[in-house]
């Protein structure tokens, strides 16, 4: 009887990470989600999701949720470290706290989540990071959120080398700008470039920058996390690919 295919994804209850809870559900795949808040999502999927609250910014918990995956099904083939959040600030105006909670949040929570599926993994076994086309160039009034998500890149990057030898890819996902709520209220800040009116912000970017005159959507996100975890996509690691409708051809 062949093993159920489990993959794990923080913050998968909302935004781009429930793009991904989706696409995985519809793929096959039984998902954990880690988050803070228990977004009793289960019952949507007919019970091929589960809940297990989770900080990411602590190592522990992470390890603790993979023990409750594999307490379940006895396995995990795919971790996905989505959690994560933006905010625009200044460089004379960022404190320690401010500079801390970006980076224990998207960068320290990156690092925890691959160590601990690191320990669990076998062959075959994928980690995806949910990075963001700022771990590509900078920006202004960006350069905590930017430090964060170029660090994840790197961190994918290294990590493809590292565990490599025993069958583990690690690559990285970037997507563009996606109007989850999360990011419009980011853009309404008094320093995001939204500032007040984030959809039309979207809107210009799109115009004046997308070669498909639209953004991605966290559907899209899903897709290529699912190709990325299949053995479609076994010679492919190290990578951090772009979501971007074309606003960065590489």
């Not at 669990?120 to 960006?142: D, T, Y």
């Amino acid at each position: 009887m062949a093993k159920d295919k489990v993959a794990i994804v923080t913050g998968g209850n909302r935004g781009i990470g429930l793009g991904i809870t989706k696409r995985l559900v519809n793929a096959g795949y039984k998902v954990f989600v880690g988050a803070r808040k228990n977004p009793a999502i289960g019952k949507e999927f007919d019970n091929k999701v589960f809940f297990h609250h989770t900080d990411v910014r602590e190592e522990d918990d992470h390890n603790k949720l993979i023990e409750f995956a594999i307490k379940k099904f006895g396995n995990i083939d795919c971790y996905i470290n989505n959690a994560g959040y933006s905010e625009w600030m200044p460089i004379d105006k960022i404190d320690d706290e401010f500079l801390s909670n970006i980076l224990n949040t998207n960068l320290k929570g990156a690092f925890w989540g691959s160590k601990a599926a690191a320990k669990h993994l076998k062959k075959g076994g994928s980690i995806i990071n949910i990075s963001s086309l700022a771990g590509k160039r900078g920006s202004s009034n960006n350069s905590a959120y930017v430090a964060s998500k170029f660090g994840m890149n790197g961190l994918t990057q290294s990590l493809a080398k590292e565990l490599g030898p025993r069958g583990i890819r690690v690559n990285a996902v970037c997507p563009v700008l996606i109007a989850t709520e999360g990011l419009l209220e980011a853009l309404r800040t008094k320093h995001a470039p939204g500032n007040q009116n984030p959809e039309e912000f979207i809107s210009n970017f799109t115009t004046n920058n997308s070669a498909l005159n639209r953004m991605p959507k966290s559907d899209e996100v899903g897709d290529l996390c699912v190709f990325l975890a299949s053995n479609k996509a076994s010679a492919i690691t190290g990578q951090c690919i772009n979501i971007d409708c074309g606003v960065l051809p590489q």
